[in-house]
Every structure is written in structure tokens, then in C-alpha cells.
């Protein structure tokens, strides 16, 4: 007796010439609906499923193949003989082969004017069962549902090498590939924040030469839809593969320069943590004002720059080692510049706000968590000013622009800079009066300095950070407040002349 496989597919990319190769190999074929018409007209001599079932299929396709017939013939055990004789009974023959990939259900939510009607059509049922059922009984049945997979099946069969282990990579296969579609589907039904169970997929991007560190194992994956701006839908146009260090760092950059929209920006960061930003009337302008905040630390730096890079630009970024550069686009001058350093990466990212719908998940030992976009934008409209002193129009704008910079340093956190350039940054100390230290210590060299101001991530616990930028020519200090000794700082600030402001927003950035 011919062996049966069971042939149904939305994608029917290269089913012709699979079923052709199954026939050569004294397999009957049964099919459904198109598929069937695609095999036919391509010259295989396939059977409807209906002959298999002797019911026709109804309610518009959405029942054809969920029958005993084809379940029975598809669970049955073959080394189970009372599963063997049952199906003799019912003159059920066992499928050995299901071969299945499913409606298209990403590809009907992509469309710009999907509607739920089209959406929920779109969910397979029978598919997924037929899957699941085959992935259920691998040992006995050959399950396939990537279309990659078809020439190795034949390679394997002609090599007589369908081992247990392979027919059991294929069924895990299936059971990612149909956890991954029921996820996708959760995802667009559900309309909790936080519902109680969390269904994430992710599609393998790449596989990467090694993590954070070279004795760590990683790949990449990204959503199956990926955000507009981000760097899952970035294009490379030069150097290597991106690194596991390189994704997060440029994911970091891509976060930082989204606050400053309004103005030609540079952001230049290290290590996850901004070494320089520059906002000016121009994009140069801008290059050589974060160039400046730090000479020494942009050395194989990130660098993303919210306009096209020009010419003038790239022959200043051209002039140091950067590992990426990330841009909306490069003019044909500036790209040609750049590329000609091998290893360094170019990429292009449609730029745009970040998604406000999106949440950040961090993975913690047994678990994830789960939170809302830090994405409170500061202006100075909304700090209070608790200090006798009042800032300057010039200072407050500083203010503003050091509150947007700091949350996106690692806590604790502490900037120093004009109204569109950093001039010091000390991040991840475990002292706020540390990190007050060392961005002080970087910025006060600066010859703009006189026009410095201080950005603190989260309050001071106490006042030692108000009168150390003091003591240092600090004139205004922005903090979010909310410290039990927040009058000890205002009292510090009057005592030696500085504004000091509350925005009333922390940004903590562990």
C-alpha cells in the first residue's frame, strides 16, 4: 500500500515540485482547496480530502479537514494494535506525511486597513490542528512546515537517514512554529496592559559570533512585526555583522537622539551610556558639539545623527575610529567617505517617534519584567523652582535639554551641560556625590562652561551634590525632588546663590 501524504499549504512556494518528488517515492497525495488546484494543474495526481473524509467541506472552508478521518489516520500509534485495528475498522488509511503552513495571519494585520473581520478570517484552525496532531505522533508521522525543509526531507529520504531525532527536531519545529502564530494572535486580541499570561514570539534575525563576552553563546531575534523605528528594521549598507554589544548599544542611541527631534542632533555613546550629545542649526555644528563633550571616550563609539549625513559631516566622523554610525540616510559623497573604513557599519533606520503602545521587558534569573516606556519628554513648563534664585530663559532651556540627556544614563546619574551640548557625564556610580564628581571633573575643562548647568536623574538624599557644583561654578541645578532632606538642598542652593529646580519626575536607568 502507497504511503499518504497530506498536502496543504498557504504559501505554495516550491509544492509543485515537493509533491512531484513525494510521487516519485510511492507516496498518494491528498490535498485542499487551492493547494489541490496548484498540484493538479501542476501535473500531480492528487486526491481531494474529501475522499478521504466523504464530506464536503462548508461554512465557507472553515471546516475540511477537521474529520476523524484524517485525525485518526494522522494519531494513530503504529506500534499501538488496537490503535491500528480501530482504524481498520472505520477503513481509515494512516497518513504518513503532513506537510502544512498557515493562513497568513501576519501578513493580513500588516495591512494598514486591516479590520478585525479580515484579521479573525485569517485565523487557521485546521492547520494548527493537523500540525499539532502530526508534531504529536512524530515518531510514526513526518510533520513539515517550513518550506526550507522539503529538500532536506528528500535528501534524507534518499539517504534512508529519517531518524528518530529527526522526526523529532521536525515536531518541535512545529510546536515553536504553531506557539509562534497563537502568540501573534493573542497579541493583536488582547487589549490588557498586563494580561495574566504573557505570549511573546520572536523571529531568529542571526546568529552571533559570541555575547556580551566571547565565552557567552547568543543570537538575535526580533518581533515578527517590528516597530518603524527601530533597529529591527534598520538597513546595513556597510561593514560587518553587528555584535551583541553593537545591537544594544545602538538600540541605546536610537532611544537617546528620539528626544531631540526639533534640531539637526548627534548623540555619541559608549558602553550604553551617552559620552556626547549636540543639537545645532546644522548637522556639522552638531557632529562637532558632541565630538567635544568627550574627544576621548567617542574614540570606537556609536554615533547616531537624526539627518541625512552630508558630506562635511562624515569627512569629521571619518577622521576617528567609530564602530556604527546609524542615520536616516547618507548622501551619495558622505556614504562613499565612510565605506571606505571596512569595519565600520552604516546603517538606516526610518526614523519617527518611539511607539508608545510598546513596553521594555528585561529578563531577570526565572522570570521578566515588564514596564511602560520611560518616555515622559521634560520642558521646563513643568519644573518648579524652589530656590530664591530664579533661572535665566537660557538656563531653563539647559535644564530642560539635561533632564531629556540624564534619563538616559545609568543611574546614579548626572550631567553637566549647556542648553545643546553634554559637557560630563558620570553614570553607574553607587554615590550620587560620585557621579556628581566625575561629570563636574569632565565638564569644568570645557570652554563654555561659565554656561553650565546640572541634570540629576533622580533627588539628592542629601545636600552635598548642591554644594559641590556650587563650590564648582554651577549656577543652576534641575533634580526631581522629593527627598525627605529636599530642604537641606534648598537651603544649600540659597546659601551659595544657585537656582535649584524640581521636575517632579525621576528617571532612574538601571
Known amino acids: 500500500m502507497k504511503k499518504l501524504a497530506l498536502l496543504s499549504v498557504s504559501d505554495k512556494t516550491g509544492i509543485v515540485d515537493f509533491a512531484k518528488q513525494l510521487e516519485a517515492r510511492d507516496y498518494e497525495v491528498v490535498s485542499t482547496g487551492g493547494t489541490l488546484k496548484a498540484l493538479v494543474d501542476g501535473g500531480v495526481k492528487a486526491i481531494s480530502v474529501e475522499k478521504i473524509t466523504n464530506f464536503d467541506e462548508m461554512l465557507d472552508g472553515r471546516v475540511k479537514t477537521l474529520h476523524p478521518r484524517i485525525h485518526a489516520g494522522i494519531l494513530a500509534r503504529r506500534d499501538n494494535e488496537t490503535h491500528m485495528q480501530q482504524i481498520a475498522d472505520q477503513g481509515i488509511n494512516p497518513i504518513d506525511l503532513v506537510c502544512v503552513n498557515l493562513y497568513p495571519f501576519k501578513e493580513t494585520i500588516e495591512k494598514p486597513s486591516v479590520t478585525d473581520e479580515e484579521a479573525i478570517e485569517n485565523i487557521d484552525i485546521g492547520g494548527p490542528s493537523m500540525l499539532r496532531a502530526a508534531a504529536k505522533n512524530s515518531q ?5 512546515t517550513d518550506v526550507n525543509d522539503y529538500a532536506e526531507f528528500i535528501k534524507r529520504y534518499d539517504a ?28 493583536y486580541l488582547t487589549k490588557e496592559e498586563f494580561p495574566e499570561k504573557l505570549t511573546l514570539t520572536y523571529e531568529k534575525v542571526q546568529d552571533m559570533r559570541y555575547g556580551e563576552n566571547s565565552h557567552q553563546k547568543a543570537a538575535y ?48 555613546l559608549k558602553h550604553m551610556n551617552p559620552c556626547g550629545i549636540g543639537t545645532a542649526d546644522d548637522l556639522l555644528s552638531a557632529w562637532n558639539l558632541a565630538y567635544e563633550s568627550d574627544p576621548i571616550s567617542i ?16 569627512e569629521k566622523m571619518h577622521a576617528i575610529f567609530l564602530e556604527i554610525v546609524i542615520a536616516p540616510s547618507f548622501t551619495d559623497e558622505a556614504y562613499d567617505v565612510l565605506a571606505k573604513k571596512k569595519n565600520i557599519r ?18 531577570v534569573l526565572g522570570g521578566m519584567l515588564v514596564q511602560d516606556r520611560d518616555l515622559l519628554h521634560e520642558t521646563a ?21 539635561g533632564q531629556n540627556a540624564v534619563k538616559h544614563v545609568k543611574s546614579n546619574a548626572i550631567v553637566v551641560t549647556t542648553a545643546n551640548q553634554t559637557l560630563g557625564v558620570g553614570a553607574g556610580q553607587p554615590n550620587r556625590i560620585d557621579s556628581t564628581k566625575i561629570a563636574i571633573e569632565k565638564a569644568e575643562t570645557k570652554p563654555n562652561y561659565d554656561q553650565a548647568i546640572l541634570a540629576s536623574d533622580a533627588f539628592f538624599p542629601m545636600d552635598d551634590c548642591v554644594e559641590f557644583a556650587a563650590k564648582h561654578g554651577i549656577k543652576a541645578i534641575v533634580e526631581p525632588g522629593g527627598s525627605i532632606k529636599d ?24
Open 221 to 268: 531575534y526580533s518581533e515578527p512585526i517590528p516597530e518603524k523605528y527601530s533597529l529591527a528594521n534598520a538597513k546595513q549598507l556597510h561593514g560587518k555583522e553587528l555584535s551583541y554589544n553593537n545591537v544594544r548599544d545602538a538600540d541605546a542611541a536610537l532611544r537617546i537622539i528620539a528626544e531631540f527631534p526639533e534640531q539637526p542632533a548627534v548623540v555619541a
Open 140 to 144: 510514526d508521522v513526518i510533520v513539515i
Open 487 to 510: 530642604q537641606d538642598s534648598i537651603a544649600k542652593a540659597d546659601e551659595l546663590g544657585v537656582a535649584l529646580v524640581f521636575s517632579g519626575a525621576r528617571h532612574f536607568k538601571h
Open 299 to 314: 574614540f570606537g563609539g556609536i554615533i547616531a545623527l537624526n539627518r541625512e549625513v552630508d558630506l562635511a559631516t562624515a
Open 381 to 401: 513648563a513643568n519644573f518648579k523652582v524652589v530656590s530664591k534664585v530664579q533661572p535665566t530663559a537660557e538656563q531653563l532651556k539647559a535644564l530642560a535639554f
Open 160 to 187: 534512508d537517514q529519517l531518524d528518530a531525532d529527526y522526526h523529532r527536531h521536525l515536531a518541535a519545529k512545529v510546536f515553536r512554529h504553531t506557539a509562534a502564530y497563537d502568540a501573534l494572535i493573542a497579541q
Open 346 to 363: 552604516l546603517l538606516t533606520v526610518p526614523f519617527g517617534p518611539i511607539d508608545a503602545k510598546g513596553k521594555d521587558e528585561v529578563s
